[in-house]
C-alpha cells in the first residue's frame, strides 16, 4: 500500500522547528521553545513506523533500504554543517573549545553525542550555549532509535495486530515512568539518553500501527477540535515551561499527546490541517531539518566572535541568515542525495563511511592536540588557561549534580589542628578554601569545606531549578555545625544576588553571563513569588541567629562582585582579535550597587552581635584600584578565573582582608601568621 504524503504533517515540523530556533534566541516568549524536539520525536516515531510497518505488512521490508533511506535523509547535510563549522572554529575558538569540538565530532560520527554531552556537560563545563553541535544529541537518540526499533519490529511482527500495539503501549508505558523517575534522580541523564525518549518516538509508532489501513471516522468538527487542541497543547508547553520544568517527565505528555492529536485529527478538510498545510508553513516544515542543523553552529559561532552579548536584533539576523544556508542545504545538499537516479546506494554507504572517517580523523587531531594551540596568539592561549587557576580539591568535596557529600564527611583541610573553621556557601565560597588553609595552618585552625553548588547557606529554602539537594544539605550542615564543639568560627560567603534577584548578571557593557534564571523559593511561602526575597531575608537572618545562639562566632560574607564576562575568556579573544587593552577590565561600582542592594538590605537587618563580623568584599576590589570600577585584574594578573569565581590571587586577597577583620574582632592573630609567614620565606 502506498503511503499517502501529508502537508499537515510537514506543516507540524515547523511548528517543532520555529521554537527551538527562537528558544535557543533568547526569545522570552519561547521559553519552552525546547519542546520542538519532542515534537520532532513524535514525527519521527510516526513516520518511521509508516514505513516499516507499511512494508511489514506488504512482505517487501528490507533493513538495508532502510538504513539507505536514513544515510540518505540525515548524513549529507550533517556532513555538510559540520565541515562549514571547522574554518570558523579554527580562526574562533580557543584551544579547550576546539578540542570539545573535535571530541564532539567524533561523537556525532559514531552517533552517540547524546551520550557524549551527558556526560561533557555540567557545572564546570563550558556554556552550553557554546557547543556549536549540541543540538545533534536528538539526533543522536533518532539514530539510535532507528538501529533497534526496525529490529524490534522484526522480532514482534507476528503478534496480531492489538497485540503488537499493546506491546509498544508497555515499553512505552515502562519508558515514561523512567523518565519521570530520572527527571527527580538523574536530571542529566534522563534529559540526553534514549531509554528515557524512547516513550515519545514509540507515541507516533503506537498512531501509526493504530491508523495503519484505516481512516478515522469522525465528523469533520470532532477532527478539526482534536486538531486544535494538539496545536494550543504545543504552544502552551512552548509559553509556560521553562528551563526549571522537568523534562522529560509526565510533564512531557502535554507536547508529545497535543502533537500525536495533531497527527492523529489535522488534514485537509479541518481547519488546523489547512492551516499547516499552508505553503510558506510546509516550506518551512520541508526546511525544518536543514534549519534546526544550522541554527545552533550560527548563533554559537555569532557569540564565539564577539565579544560582547548579542542583542535582540542581532538574533533576528542570524535567524534569517539561517534560512537562507538552510534553503541552500536543503535545495543543493539534502534533495539531491535523497535522489536514488543521482547516488546509487553503494555510493550512499561508501561515501558515508569515507566521510565518516575523515571526520574522526579531524576530531582525533583536534583532541590529542588538545585544541590546537600552535594556531593562536601564545599570550592569548596562556590567559586561556587561568580558567584552571583555582584549587582542583575543592571540587572533591562540593557537592555537585550526582555527587552528594554529607556535611559530616566533607573536607577538612589541616585536620590534624586542635580548632576548626567551616566554611559554609556555595561554590563562591569554595575558592577560599586554599588561602584560608595556607594562611590559618599555623594558627592552629583547620578548615572544614561545607560547600554545595548554587546553594546559599540558609536554611528553609528551596532552589527553583528543583534541585531539592540543597534543601536536605543546609538542614544537615545547621545542625552538624552547631553540635560540633570544635568548630568555632563559621564563615558564611554566596553569591546571593543570582538567586535573590533571579537573574544573571549584565554588567551593561556587554557582558551578560549566560544560563538560565534560578532563584530561591521559601519553603513557607512557595506560592508568594513577589515577596519571596523578603522572606529570604528572614529566613537568612534566622540561620545567621541559630549559629550565633550555639555559641559560633559568625563571620557574614557580603556579596563578591560579580564580572559579566569570563575574564580569562574574555581577554584572551581580545588578544585573539587584536584589541589592545590600555586599562584593567573593570564594571560600573554604580553596577554592583544596584545588583546587591536587596542583598545588603536584608543582610543590614541582622542585629549586631558581638560574635558577628560583617565583611564586604566590595572594599576590596571596587573603588581601591579605579574610582567608580570594580576591577577583574590587577597589575596585569587575573582576579577571577570566570565571570564570578574568584581564582587563587583573588581570593588570596580576599582572604587577607577577611582575616584582618577576624583580627580586629581578636578571632585570630595576623602579626603572628605574617611573622611566620616572612620566616617560611627567609628559610
Not at 515519545?200 to 486538531?227: Q, T, Y
Not at 508553513?281 to 534546526?292: A, E, K
Not at 579605579?626 to 588570596?652: M, Q, V, W
Request: net charge negative; with cysteine; proline share 5%.
Amino acid at each position: 500500500m502506498k503511503l499517502l504524503y501529508r502537508s499537515e504533517v510537514d506543516g507540524l515540523r515547523a511548528v517543532a522547528v520555529i521554537p527551538v530556533v527562537l528558544y535557543h534566541a533568547g526569545f522570552e516568549f519561547f521559553n519552552g521553545g525546547y519542546v520542538g524536539v519532542d515534537v520532532f520525536f513524535v514525527i519521527s516515531g510516526y513516520l518511521i513506523t509508516n514505513i516499516i510497518y507499511n512494508e511489514m505488512v506488504s512482505g517487501n521490508f528490507s533493513l538495508i533500504r532502510f538504513y539507505e533511506k536514513r544515510a540518505r535523509r540525515i548524513l549529507p547535510a550533517l556532513f555538510f554543517v559540520t565541515m562549514i563549522c571547522l574554518p570558523f572554529a579554527w580562526m574562533w575558538m580557543l584551544p579547550d573549545d576546539f578540542k570539545e569540538l573535535s571530541q564532539s565530532i567524533i561523537a556525532v560520527n559514531t552517533f552517540v553525542s547524546n551520550i557524549f554531552f551527558w556526560q561533557q556537560i555540567d557545572y564546570f563545563a563550558g556554556p552550553a550555549e557554546l557547543k556549536p553541535l549540541l543540538h545533534t544529541w536528538s539526533l543522536a537518540v533518532e539514530e539510535q532509535f532507528y538501529v533497534f526499533f526496525p529490529l524490534f519490529l522484526l522480532f514482534v511482527r507476528r503478534l496480531r495486530k492489538e497485540h503488537f500495539f499493546l506491546t509498544l503501549l508497555l515499553v512505552s508505558t515502562l519508558s515514561l515512568g523512567l523518565a519521570e523517575w530520572g527527571s527527580r534522580t538523574h536530571p542529566s541523564a534522563n534529559f540526553y539518553l534514549l531509554p528515557t525518549r524512547a516513550w515519545e518516538l514509540l507515541a507516533g509508532a503506537m498512531i501509526a500501527i493504530a491508523l495503519h489501513g484505516r481512516e478515522l471516522r469522525l465528523r469533520s468538527v470532532i477532527r478539526d477540535l482534536g486538531a486544535f487542541v494538539g496545536l494550543a497543547m504545543i504552544l502552551y508547553s512552548v509559553v509556560m515551561f521553562d528551563d526549571d520544568t522537568p523534562f522529560p517527565s509526565l510533564w512531557t505528555l502535554i507536547p508529545v499527546v497535543g502533537s500525536s492529536l495533531v497527527i492523529m485529527f489535522a488534514r485537509n478538510d479541518t481547519w488546523s490541517g489547512r492551516w499547516l498545510g499552508w505553503k510558506p508553513i510546509v516550506g518551512i516544515g520541508l526546511m525544518s531539518y536543514s534549519i534546526y542543523l544550522w541554527h545552533q553552529p550560527v548563533f554559537v559561532f555569532a557569540k564565539e566572535r564577539s565579544l560582547v552579548a548579542l542583542s535582540s536584533h542581532d538574533y533576528l539576523v542570524l535567524c534569517a541568515l539561517t534560512l537562507v544556508l538552510s534553503y541552500f542545504s536543503w535545495r543543493f545538499v539534502e534533495k539531491p542525495f535523497r535522489n536514488k537516479a543521482f547516488i546509487s546506494r553503494n555510493q550512499v554507504f561508501a561515501g558515508a563511511a569515507g566521510v565518516s572517517v575523515l571526520l574522526i580523523g579531524l576530531g582525533l587531531y583536534g583532541a590529542v592536540s588538545q585544541g590546537v594551540p600552535g594556531r593562536l596568539d601564545p599570550r592569548a592561549v596562556q590567559l586561556a588557561k587561568m580558567v584552571d587557576d583555582r584549587d582542583p580539591r575543592v571540587r572533591e568535596c562540593q557537592v555537585l549534580p550526582g555527587h552528594y557529600v554529607s556535611p559530616e564527611s566533607s573536607c577538612v583541610f589541616n585536620g590534624e589542628k586542635p580548632r576548626l573553621l567551616a566554611l559554609w556557601g556555595d561554590s563562591q565560597a569554595g575558592t577560599l578554601v586554599r588561602s584560608l588553609e595556607r594562611r590559618l595552618e599555623i594558627q592552629g585552625h583547620g578548615i572544614k569545606q561545607l560547600v554545595h553548588t548554587n546553594c546559599l547557606p540558609i536554611v528553609g529554602y528551596r532552589r527553583s531549578d528543583g534541585m531539592d539537594g540543597c534543601t536536605r544539605y543546609n538542614e544537615e550542615a545547621i545542625d552538624f555545625l552547631i553540635d560540633n564543639e570544635e568548630i568555632e568560627i563559621v564563615v558564611m560567603s554566596a553569591r546571593y544576588p543570582l538567586q535573590f534577584e533571579g537573574k544573571r548578571f549584565d554588567n551593561r557593557e556587554g557582558g551578560v553571563e549566560p544560563g538560565h534564571e534560578l532563584y530561591a523559593i521559601p519553603l513557607k511561602n512557595p506560592m508568594g513569588y513577589d515577596d519571596r526575597v523578603e522572606v529570604m531575608g528572614q529566613l537568612m537572618r534566622d540561620t545567621v541567629r541559630s549559629l550565633l545562639e550555639a555559641g559560633k562566632k559568625v563571620m557574614l560574607v557580603y556579596p563578591i562582585p560579580e564580572v559579566g564576562w569570563n575574564v580569562p575568556i574574555h581577554l584572551a579573544k581580545e588578544v585573539m582579535y587584536g584589541i589592545e587593552r590600555t586599562e584593567p577590565l573593570s564594571t560600573s561600582h554604580d553596577v554592583f550597587v544596584e545588583r546587591v542592594a536587596s542583598t545588603y538590605h536584608h543582610f543590614d537587618q541582622l542585629e549586631d552581635h558581638k560574635n558577628l563580623v560583617r565583611f564586604k568584599p566590595e572594599s576590596v576590589f571596587c573603588n581601591t584600584f579605579i574610582p567608580d570600577r570594580c576591577t577583574a585584574e590587577l597589575d596585569g594578573k587575573l582576579l577571577y578565573y570566570d565571570s564570578f569565581h574568584l581564582n587563587n590571587l583573588g581570593s588570596e586577597i580576599l582572604v587577607g582582608h577577611l582575616l584582618n577583620e577576624m583580627a580586629v574582632a581578636g578571632w585570630v592573630d595576623t602579626h603572628h601568621e605574617l611573622l611566620v609567614a616572612k620566616k617560611k620565606h627567609a628559610d
